[in-house]
Structures are given as C-alpha cells and as structure tokens.
C-alpha cells in the first residue's frame, strides 16, 4: 500500500493492537447534533491522544493527508470502514493448532485408602458383659418352638400391640372403660364376653362386676354366657373381705351343655370312641381364703353341695351320643350315668408360693396340694370316696428378664371308701386347665393320674405372657397300679395368656395331643382356644 493510504492502514493496524474498541470510537462522533462538527472532531483527536495514537506524534503523514476539514471527515471515515474489515478478517482467521492434552475425569484420580474403623471407646471402663451359661441354653426351646413363635409373634403380638398401641394413643381403653362402668369410681362394670374352644360349642355373654356393695369390702361377680337353649352357664360369686387377706366366698354355678365328651376310662381310651352326652350340674359352695400367708401362698377351706343329672340326650355335634355307643355295646356304661347325683363336697386346698401374685411367671417355685371327701346324700356309706392330689414346680429366670422355664409335676387320685363306683363325673380328668391342656376338659378320665412337662414363659406385652409348653402323662388305674412310660401321651403347644391373677383373663392355645406311645404316638387331639375365661 502507498501514499495516503498507508498512514490510515497504519493507524488502523495501531489502533487494534492497542485494543480500542470501534464502539468506543463511534460514540466519540455520535455526540449531540448542537456540538459543532469540528469540535466532535476534536473530540475523537483527544480520544485519539489519550491512547497514544494522536497522528501529531506518532504518524507525521496523517497530519499532512488530513489537514482539512472535509479531508479529516473523510480520512474518518475510511478509519471506520477499514477498522471493521481488518475486524473480520481478522475473526475469519483460522484458529491455531495446540496439541490435545488428555481432560482428567473424576474416574482418574487417586482412591484414598480406605479409613479404619474406630473401636468402640469404653467409657466407664468395665469389661464388655460376658454371655452365661443360661443365655446359651436359651436357644434350645428357642430353636425347637421358632415355628411357633413366628405363629404367636407376628400373627398375634405384633397385630394386638398395633392395635393398643392405636387405641392408647386415642385413649380407646379409658373411653371403653368408661362406657361400660358406672358408679362412684367405677364400681360397677359391665362387658361383653366371646370364648371359643375348638371340639366344643363357643359361647358368648356378659361379665358383671360390683365393688364395695352393699357394703365396703363386699365384692359381686356374676358372668352368664350361653351358645342357644343348650349352651347355658351362669356363675354368681360373693366375696367379703373381712380383714385383710382374708375373705369368704358364696359361689354358685349352673351350666347346662350337650357337647361333653367322653371316650372311655382308663389310659387306652381311643379317639376312634368319642362321644357326646348332655349334663345339667349345680354346684353352690361356701369358702374361706386366707391369701397374706406368705407371699403368693394361700389356703382355702371349702364346703359345698352338688346336683348332676342326665336330660334328653341332645344330638348337638358329629360324634354319636354316648347313649347310643352304650346301647350298641361299643362302649360300657359309665358308673353314675342317667343318675340323678345329689353330692356333698368338703375340701382343703393349701397353695405355697415363692412368688407374688403379679410375678407368677418370675423366679422361685410353687408347691400345692389339696383333699376332698365327697358322699352321696341318697346312701352316705355305700357312696362315698376321697380326692385328693399334689403338684409342684420349680421357674428359672434365665436372663432376669420374666423369660421363664418351669418343670412342673402332678398326680391326682380317687378311692373308693364304699362299695359303690365312683361316679365318672368325678374321676380324675386330664386336660382343660392341667399339664396336658392339649385335651378338652373331659377327655381322658380315670382313677389316677400323672404327669410332668416343661413350659416356658416370655413377656410379649404389658399384661400379656407367650406361654409354650411340652408334657407327657397319662391317667390310670386305681392307685397308680398300671403305670408304664409306654402308657404316656404328649402335649404340646404355644398360646397367649394374661399375666396374673383376674377374674377373667385372656387366653390363645393353639396345641396337640397323641395316643399313647405303645400305639404310635400320633396326633389325634388339637386344640385351640380364643377369648376370655372367667377365672372366679
């Protein structure tokens, strides 16, 4: 490039190496249209002298190619076209090749090593606690009842203390409470009652209960339920407390049932021959208690009078009446059957007890014993007979925690004192309430009896026990005479119970029963029960 055009490219190269921008520039000349166009112009020369570019000093050819006015609007001019050329072709330049370093990811780093667990500091500076002998001896009835505490645990625990747990929060109990009692403090109280025993009729009905009335220290107790005309129980009781720890009871029971069972007499009595029979028996006792003896011991001192007859035999379930089974001679009659029985029962039951009354599932032991003598009204020689029986056991704590393990024993037996029978309502029945409670109550009757089991207890809720349970016995014949360990059954199972002494108490059994062991030991019996049981 020559002559006049070299200054301006020459100041334009300039002006882009000293990185001024164009807008910079064009501001300078776009000043208010009252500013004389020379004076704008001399503005854009002092813009021009404060970056070091003024043509005065450093391009001497600007000053001559630019002297006048219209020359400089010109040469301005073409500094503005140039500038934006030089701009593009300048941003149109390729750009320069650099080697390409490898980008670092997160993946490329260095692992720190892995920081070692702290170890737990011991504080207090006691040794860790060391696992005893019993601990390690609770997982064998662990092990052998798993099955059944998964059934108890999480079908049956876990449900009910969801369940009280909800009705707490709302305070479901108290409304519940309140709605069904009535009087001063609660005297009075009224609820509902459900009971039901597998192999025999369920019942429901209603327990009364009156504190304090007519008198202080007189308490009234009265449940009645019943499953239709035929399923009739009534029980009103009376107790006055007449010092403390000692009391008498009034006790009156009715009940009228058409499921009784009844398979035989003797250890060898078959499922094969159960039967039904209907009974309607009264029973009214008097009795005194004295419960401060020594911690949960106590004795009692009883007095009563019993009526048992034999109605119209009801065809109530799907076993055949006994009635029939005798006609056809498939069983022989029992002694005292369709007789109407007029009883007198005097009794002395002595309990001893290590343990409170609220802590029957804790450590120590329990021994008890009891004697009855017992006659007919219609012929007191001929017909009278003794009863009597003990039983005792010893509980272990293992972890100071109400788990349990008990080992439990108990004979019972029944003589003759006249020459009549006595009659089979009154022999020694195994099952119900007892050791073998895998067998309804009735089930198995004879002379005599023995039995022994371990059972073991674990708290699952505030007033709630998980109870499982193993035993063998058998009854027998008079005074023990045929007793052989091939002779004996087995009882097992699993429930729940409430915790205590009440008057009527929860109960869940779900359990089994075998045959005698010489005939195979297998299970013939099952039982379960739901619902709450007067204990009164």
């Given at each position: ?413 029944v003589h003759p004192l006249g020459s009549e029978n006595v009659p089979f309502t009154e022999l020694v029945s195994l099952g119900g309430e007892g050791l073998l409670r895998s067998f309804v109550p009735g089930r198995l009757r004879g002379e005599s009896g023995v039995a022994a089991g371990v059972e073991y207890r674990w708290p699952t809720w505030v007033w709630l026990d ?9 009854v027998l014949g008079p005074q023990f005479s045929n007793f052989s360990p091939s002779i004996m059954r087995a009882a097992f199972g699993i429930g729940l119970r409430t915790r205590g002494l009440l008057d ?33």
């Open positions: 490039m020559s002559g006049r055009g070299a200054p301006l490219l020459a100041f334009h190269l300039v002006w882009v190496e000293n990185g001024i921008d164009i807008a910079q520039l064009r501001n300078v000349g776009r000043q208010s249209s009252t500013i004389p166009s020379n004076a704008r112009f001399r503005g854009a020369e002092h813009f021009l002298d404060a970056h070091g570019l003024h043509p005065n000093k450093r391009h001497e050819r600007w000053q001559w190619g630019c002297q006048t006015r219209w020359a400089q609007r010109l040469c301005f001019v073409l500094v503005l076209i140039l500038s934006a050329l030089t701009r593009t072709a300048i941003a149109q330049q390729p750009a320069p090749v650099t080697s390409a370093k490898p980008t670092k990811t997160v993946s490329d780093l260095p692992i720190a090593p892995p920081i070692p667990k702290r170890s737990i500091p011991n504080y207090d500076g006691r040794p860790p606690p060391q696992v005893t002998a019993a601990e390690q001896a609770l997982w064998i009835p662990r092990a052998i009842f798993f099955p059944l505490y998964l059934t108890t645990e999480y079908l049956l625990r876990r449900p009910i203390g969801w369940l009280v747990s909800v009705s707490e929060k709302y305070a479901i109990p108290l409304r519940v409470i309140d709605f069904f009692s009535f009087g001063e403090n609660r005297k009075g109280m009224i609820l509902p009652t459900l009971f039901a025993d597998f192999g025999l009729r369920p019942s429901v009905g209603i327990y009364f209960r009156l504190n304090d009335e007519p008198v202080e220290g007189n308490d009234i107790r009265v449940h009645a339920a019943t499953w239709g005309e035929h399923w009739l129980h009534l029980i009103v009781t009376d107790r006055f407390t007449f010092q403390p720890g000692a009391r008498a009871v009034l006790r009156v029971e009715g009940t009228r049932r058409a499921d009784h069972q009844f398979a035989g007499i003797g250890p060898l009595s078959g499922a094969n021959h159960l039967s039904r029979y209907t009974a309607d028996q009264l029973d009214a006792t008097v009795s005194v208690e004295w419960s401060k003896v020594w911690r949960g011991s106590r004795v009692t001192t009883l007095t009563g009078v019993r009526a048992l007859g034999f109605p119209e035999q009801l065809d109530c379930c799907i076993e055949p009446l006994l009635e029939s089974l005798i006609r056809y001679g498939t069983l022989p009659s029992p002694p005292g059957f369709k007789k109407e029985l007029r009883i007198v029962r005097q009794q002395v039951e002595v309990e001893m007890d290590s343990r409170d009354d609220n802590a029957r599932s804790g450590l120590g032991f329990r021994a008890e014993t009891y004697g009855e003598l017992a006659f007919g009204i219609s012929d007191t020689i001929a017909h009278r007979w003794v009863k009597w029986g003990a039983a005792a056991g010893a509980f272990l704590d293992l972890t100071g925690e109400r788990r349990t393990v008990g080992l439990l024993a108990a004979v019972d037996l998980g109870l499982a349970y193993l035993s063998v016995g058998n009527n108490s929860f109960e869940f059994t779900v359990g089994g029963g075998t045959d005698p062991f010489e005939q195979g030991g297998k299970v013939t019996a099952f039982r379960f029960t739901l619902g709450t049981a007067p204990r009164f």
